[in-house]
C-alpha cells in the first residue's frame, strides 16, 4: 500500500510480523527477518512526502539494546536494507542517514516496545498461504506493549534528500520499505500537478501579452 502525506504528518511505527509469502517477500522482493515495520497498522507501506514538510513518526519497537531480539531503532536512510548497527565501519562510513541517529552515531529513534502478534488464525492464514489482507484480518486486534513510553523522530526532507530513501531497522535487516520524496508540485508519477502547470500557462500567455503590446 501507499500512504501519500503531502502537509505535515505524524506517523506510528510498530513492530509486527512480516507475513506470508505476500507479506514482506512479496512486497519487497527481499527476504523477511520474521517481523516487520507497521506504519499507521499497515505492513511497510510506500510512503510519498514532499520537501519542506514535518513528518513525525511515534516510534514502538523497543528501547532495551542489551535485548537485541526487541530492540529496533527506527531511523531513515538510503540503505535498503538497513542494520546500521550491525555493519562493519567500512559500511557505516558509505551509508547516509536523514534522521535517528545523533552527531555520535548513537541511535535516536527508539520508544517502549509495541508489537502486533499472529493467532491460531494467523498461523493458519499465514502457512495457507491467504492474500495479505486477510491475514492482516487476522493478527490480534491490540498490540501488546511494553512498559514506558513511545519514541518520537522529527525529519523534515529537503533539497539535500534523495528522491528515494527508506525507513528502516538499525539492529536488524530488512524490516521496512521505501520513502518517496517528492518537490512541491510534483506528482506522483513525476509529472506536475495541475495547478502548477496552469500557473506556467497563465505566466506564459501573460509574457506573449506583454510581447504582442509592445
Not at 493467532?119 to 487476522?138: F, V
Not at 528502516?168 to 521496512?176: F, I, M, P, S, Y
Request: hydrophobic content about 35%; some cysteine.
Amino acid at each position: 500500500e501507499i500512504i501519500t502525506a503531502r502537509e505535515d504528518t505524524t506517523f506510528q511505527a510498530r513492530i509486527g510480523p512480516s507475513g506470508n509469502e505476500r507479506g514482506y517477500m512479496g512486497i519487497t522482493g527481499r527476504a523477511a527477518w520474521g517481523i516487520a515495520w507497521y506504519i499507521n497498522g499497515i505492513l511497510i507501506p510506500e510512503l510519498v512526502v514532499e520537501r519542506n514538510r514535518t513528518y513525525t513518526f511515534i516510534i514502538e519497537g523497543g528501547t532495551d539494546s542489551n535485548d537485541l531480539a526487541n530492540y529496533h531503532p527506527f531511523y531513515i536512510t538510503d540503505s535498503i536494507g538497513g542494520g546500521r548497527l550491525q555493519n562493519n565501519e567500512e559500511e557505516r562510513e558509505a551509508e547516509i542517514m536523514y534522521a535517528g541517529f545523533d552527531e555520535n552515531d548513537q541511535a535516536t529513534g527508539v520508544g517502549r516496545l509495541c508489537e502486533l502478534r499472529e493467532t491460531a488464525a494467523s498461523e493458519i492464514s499465514r502457512q495457507g498461504c491467504n492474500d495479505l489482507q486477510t491475514y492482516i484480518s487476522t493478527l490480534e486486534t491490540t498490540a501488546s506493549c511494553n512498559s514506558g513510553e513511545p519514541g518520537t523522530l522529527v525529519w523534515t526532507p529537503d533539497e539535500n534528500t534523495p528522491d528515494i530513501v527508506y525507513y528502516q531497522c538499525a539492529t536488524h535487516l530488512n524490516l521496512g520499505w521505501k520513502i518517496r520524496v517528492l518537490d512541491e508540485g510534483e506528482s506522483i508519477d513525476g509529472g506536475t500537478l495541475p495547478l502548477a502547470a496552469f500557473l506556467m500557462t497563465v505566466i506564459f500567455m501573460a509574457i506573449v501579452a506583454v510581447l504582442f503590446a509592445t
